[in-house]
């Protein structure tokens, strides 16, 4: 929306917000987020929602791989590029339509007009007074300084900065209601939220109007707009690697008719090698960490138990309203080689070698296919009874020219199940183009990238033109 114009823009495929001038040529943007998908992943119990971390808002600067223009011109002689400012994020408590303009006008068009270069283009809501056709702003521009809650702020300092605002307590309260979160949330209604430059930077009057551009949600492009949603839900299994003297992630994996389902686990009984009761896990201690995935964490002490001996895990479990007995084991192992002091732990890269399962080098994939990709490890002069738990991650990013390389996914590690390190893929949210996924080794801080992968998310077959 354009500060005392009746101008929309909403379908343009980048944002401007600005201030500047004599003639205060303010504006801002609004937006609100669609929180069907998730509700849904929660509802049907894919996302535990004891286990979200964080939310965080993504927009990408226009020109953050376009180092030439930072510091320079915008489009137009009249507006420079903004650096060294503050931007906030405020909460919009009034419904509004988004519209279907598309031009950037700052003039004032309180009649249609006609441009010598644009076609006729009408007043139409939302814009700087109305909210709808009908209904106008209570006050204009969707802000009351000193009034409107802030959701958050950043700073930028050169200007070519993405827009990456935590918005935790925002969204989990849109979610899941009043109260949820702290104090931080909005109260009363959201209708989405809004960006713009704070009151001190709008009342300012340079000769050019200072500008910075983000890309929305109509680019085509992958830089569209997005919510982060960081979720802990990785698998690190150690029943193949339980150490003694150390917490130890024992999981059970629960499948119903062929698919992943939540169920009542009751309590895990944990038994010794002569069949003793030796603990009884329960309540909160078991953790639902995804849908049909729970984990309870023991700690056997050395001082009470020899190594090299099987204990028992056995998971007592309801699931539709029948009771099962499911009978596990786990092989305890010295602390000797957990604990070390010196080399003799140490991973040799060079040793290991990675193999892709589920996704085929160069291959297309549909989007909104989940690809479990499963990992097959071969290391040379491998001593089967060596007892080393890799320390795996994968990345997924895209490439902008030679320069730039964009994460989609950051590394994120691999879950470690008792049948091998694995982790889903889902493209639903991945836009029709090129990607790359790449597996690393860590060993402490030291790390080697082992295997990167091409492919290609098509739509219907094609590439998005």
Known sequence: MIGNNLTNNSQNPVTEISYGTFNKQVSRFIFDVDFDDIRAK?????????????????????????????????YSLNIDRASSFDLELFNVNEYWDEGSGYV?????????YVDVVNPVIFPQASNWSARTTTSGWTVQGAYISGVTQIMGTQSFEKGDENIEIDVTDYINQRIFGTGYTGTTAFSGSSFGLGIKFPDSFEE?????????AFYAKHTNTFYEPYIETIIDDTIKDDRNYFYLDKDNDLYLYVNVGG????????????FDYEDNLVAT???????????????????????????AVLFRDVWDVTINSKNFIYDAEFYLISQDKFYTFDQSNQINFDNYFFYFWGIGEKENVTAGVVKKIKLTIRELYANQNNFLPLDIEYRLFITVGKKYEIDI?????????????????????????????????????????????????????????
């Open 42 to 74: 929660i509802a049907d119990g894919s996302i535990n929602p004891n286990r979200i971390v964080n939310h965080v808002l993504h927009m990408t600067n226009t020109i953050r791989y376009a180092q030439q223009y930072v510091g320079k011109k915008s």
């Open 104 to 112: 950037f006008e700052y003039n004032d068009p309180n009649f249609p």
């Open 204 to 212: 300012l009057d340079p000769e050019f109007r200072q500008a910075v």
């Open 259 to 270: 698919f992943q389902q939540n169920i009542t686990v009751n309590k895990v009984d944990i």
């Open 281 to 307: 896990v329960s309540g909160s201690s078991i953790v639902n960490v995804s849908k049909g995935i729970y984990k309870i964490t023991l700690n056997i002490d050395s001082q009470t138990y020899p190594d």
């Open 409 to 465: 996914i950051p590394f994120t590690p691999v879950n470690r199940t008792n049948a091998g390190y694995e982790f889903n893929l889902d493209t639903s949210w991945l836009i029709p183009q090129d990607y790359y996924l790449q597996i690393r080794m860590k060993n402490g801080n030291y790390y080697e990238n082992k295997q990167t992968l091409a492919f290609t998310v098509v739509s219907n077959g094609f590439l998005k033109s």
